[in-house]
C-alpha cells in the first residue's frame, strides 16, 4: 500500500484511502474463464425509476444499503529494508560502500495504516473495495455494520482497474445488487457511502457528472479507465465505499478525487459497476482476471488522421500496430485500419473498443468491421488470453492537442544502433530513425514528436536510418506529413502540419 503523490497539469488525482494515495486507469473490463465463479451476484437491469427521482428523503434507501458498506482498516508492519544506489546516488560511491564493509545499510521502515472502505457482494463474505487500499497490507481488518470486527484475506488484486476482492469468515451478510451501467445517464441522482476520514460510516448525495472519464491516475500500470465522474462528496477514506442510484443499486465504486487542495472539490470518480462485476468475477474464480486479446495498438482519430487516411469522420479506432502472430494478424488486420465495429456493436473510439475487447473471454469468436483505404471489410478473429505484462494493444490518445501538426523541421535524428537500442530497451524487430532533439516551437513538437521517439514510417513509407528519414521527409509533398513513432513503448500515428500556428494548438 504505498502512498505515492504526483500531479496532472497542476491538479491531483487523490485515491481516497485513509493514508491517501496520491496518483497522477480505464479501458478494459475482465473476461472470465468457463470454471464456475464461487460468486452469485445480485443484477438488474432495469433503468431507474424515474418516478424515484422526486422523492423527498432517501432514508429508506440509505438504511437498505448502508449495512452492505464497511470499514476496511489496513495496517502494514515495520519492516528493515537494504538500502541501494536507487535510493541515493552516494550509495554507489565504492569509499561509501567500503565504510559499510561493502554491505548497503539498513534503514527501518516505520509502521502504516489505512483506512478505506468496502462493499459487501455476496452473503458468504467476498467484499470488493480498491487496491490500492490492500496493496501490500500486512492484515486487513473488516468492521461491519453491526460492530463486529473480522479479519479479511485478499482473494485477487487487479491493479489496472484499482479494484480488489476479499473475503471475511462471515454468513448471511446484506450483499448489495448491482446496477448495469450502460443505462445509467449524465444528470442521474446518486449517493456515496463509505468512511471518510475514519469518522464514521456518511453518506453524501450529488448528480452523475460525466461518464467514460479517462485522467490517467492508472497511466502507471497502463491501467484501464472508464469512470464515473460524481459531484457527491468523496474524501479520504471513502475509496471502495460503493455510489448508488435511487433505487439502492450499486453503480461504481468510489475510487479517487481531482482535487488542487487534497479535499473535496466536487469531481469524484467511481469504478462503474458492470466492470467491477466482472474483475470481482475474475478474481473470485481464478484470483486473477482473464482478459481477451486481439493484439493491436489502437488510437483516437484526429481531425487531422481523419484527413491524412481519408476518413469520411473520426468514429472507429486507428490500428497503429499489429502484433505478429497474434489473433489480429491471423484474421487479416493491418496498421492503418480503422475499426468501426466490434461484435455488432460501433466503435466509438480507441478506449471503448479496448474496453469491449477486454471484456471477452479467450477463445471468442468475434467479427469485426473495418475500414481499409476507403473500402469496408468484413472479418473474423478469435480472441486470445490478454499476456499479463503486455504493453501493445492499449488505447493511446494523441499525445497532445496539436497531433495534426508539421513534419522533421526543427528535428534531429539519429541512426538506431545496437547501442541505442539496448539503452532505450527498444525491441529487437524495431527499425527507424531515433529523435535526438526537437524544437520546442515546431511543428513537430505541437504534434508530439519528442526526443526518443523512433520514426518508423514518413506517409506510408518505411524508415530504415536517419538519412532515409532526412531523405523521406524532403521528398513529402504538401505541408502535411503523416508520421508512425514509436513512442513511450506503444505505436502511434501523428500528422505534422507545417501551417498550423502554436496558437491554433493550445
Do not use: C
Not at 479501458?27 to 422526486?54: I, W
Not at 490500492?132 to 484475506?153: M, S, Y
Not at 491516475?217 to 442510484?245: C, H, M, R, W
Not at 505541408?479 to 505534422?496: E, Y
Request: zero cysteines; glycine letters at 10%; charged letters at 25%.
Amino acid at each position: 500500500m504505498n502512498s505515492t503523490f504526483s500531479t496532472f497539469l497542476g491538479r491531483r488525482f487523490i485515491l481516497s484511502a485513509g493514508l491517501v494515495a496520491v496518483a497522477g486507469l480505464l479501458a478494459g473490463a475482465a473476461g472470465t474463464a468457463n470454471s464456475s465463479s464461487p460468486l452469485v451476484l445480485k443484477h438488474d437491469a432495469a433503468a431507474v425509476s424515474r418516478g424515484q427521482l422526486e422523492r423527498a428523503s432517501y432514508s429508506d434507501i440509505v438504511k437498505r444499503v448502508a449495512p452492505s458498506v464497511v470499514k476496511i482498516t489496513s495496517e502494514i508492519k515495520a519492516k528493515r529494508v537494504r538500502m541501494n544506489g536507487a535510493d541515493n546516488p552516494a550509495f554507489n560511491d565504492p569509499m561509501f560502500r567500503q565504510f559499510f564493509g561493502g554491505r548497503m545499510p539498513e534503514m527501518e521502515s516505520p509502521a502504516q495504516s489505512g483506512l478505506g472502505s468496502g462493499v459487501i457482494i455476496s452473503s458468504d463474505g467476498y467484499i470488493v473495495t480498491n487496491n490500492h487500499l490492500v496493496d501490500g497490507a500486512d492484515q486487513l481488518k473488516v468492521t461491519l455494520d453491526d460492530g463486529r470486527e473480522l479479519i479479511a484475506k485478499v482473494i485477487g488484486r487487479d491493479p489496472l482497474t484499482d479494484i480488489a476482492v476479499v473475503k471475511v469468515d462471515a454468513k448471511d451478510l446484506p450483499a448489495v445488487t448491482f446496477a448495469d451501467t450502460n443505462k445509467i445517464e449524465v444528470g442521474d441522482r446518486v449517493l456515496a457511502i463509505g468512511n471518510p476520514f475514519g469518522i464514521g460510516e456518511t453518506v453524501t448525495s450529488g448528480i452523475v457528472s460525466a461518464k467514460g472519464r479517462r485522467v490517467g491516475i492508472l497511466s502507471d500500470v497502463k491501467g484501464f479507465e472508464n469512470f464515473i465522474q460524481t459531484d457527491a462528496a468523496i474524501n479520504p477514506g471513502n475509496s471502495g465505499g460503493a455510489l448508488i442510484d435511487i433505487d439502492g443499486r450499486v453503480i461504481g465504486i468510489n475510487t479517487a478525487i481531482l482535487s488542487r487542495s487534497g479535499g473535496f472539490q466536487g469531481v469524484g470518480l467511481a469504478v462503474p459497476a458492470n466492470l467491477v462485476t466482472q474483475v470481482a468475477d475474475g478474481l473470485a474464480k481464478n484470483g486473477k482476471v482473464v482478459r481477451g486479446f486481439l493484439g493491436v495498438s489502437v488510437q483516437d482519430i484526429s481531425p487531422a488522421l481523419a484527413d491524412s487516411f481519408g476518413l469520411k469522420n473520426r468514429a472507429g479506432a486507428l490500428v497503429a500496430e499489429v502484433t505478429p502472430d497474434s489473433p489480429a494478424a491471423k484474421a487479416g488486420l493491418k496498421e492503418g485500419d480503422v475499426i468501426t465495429s466490434f461484435n455488432g456493436e460501433t466503435v466509438a473510439d480507441a478506449n471503448r473498443l479496448t474496453l469491449e475487447v477486454t471484456a471477452v473471454a479467450p477463445g471468442t469468436k468475434v467479427n469485426l468491421d473495418v475500414l481499409r483505404d476507403g473500402k469496408s471489410e468484413k472479418l473474423a478473429a478469435t480472441t486470445g488470453e490478454r499476456p499479463a505484462r503486455f504493453a501493445g494493444g492499449r488505447s493511446v490518445e494523441s499525445a497532445s492537442p496539436g497531433d495534426d501538426e508539421g513534419v522533421l523541421n526543427g528535428v534531429a535524428v539519429e541512426d538506431l544502433t545496437p547501442e541505442a537500442r539496448r539503452e532505450m530497451n527498444l525491441p529487437s524487430r524495431l527499425k527507424g530513425a531515433v529523435v535526438s532533439q526537437v524544437a520546442p516551437d515546431s511543428a513537430s513538437a505541437r504534434a508530439g514528436v519528442s526526443a526518443g521517439d523512433v520514426i518508423l514510417e514518413i506517409n506510408r513509407q518505411r524508415v530504415t536510418s536517419a538519412e532515409e528519414a532526412i531523405d523521406l521527409s524532403a521528398k513529402a509533398e504538401g505541408k502535411k506529413t503523416l508520421l508512425k513513432l514509436w513512442s513511450h513503448g506503444s505505436t502511434i500515428f501523428v500528422v505534422v502540419d507545417e501551417t498550423a500556428s502554436a496558437k491554433d494548438n493550445s
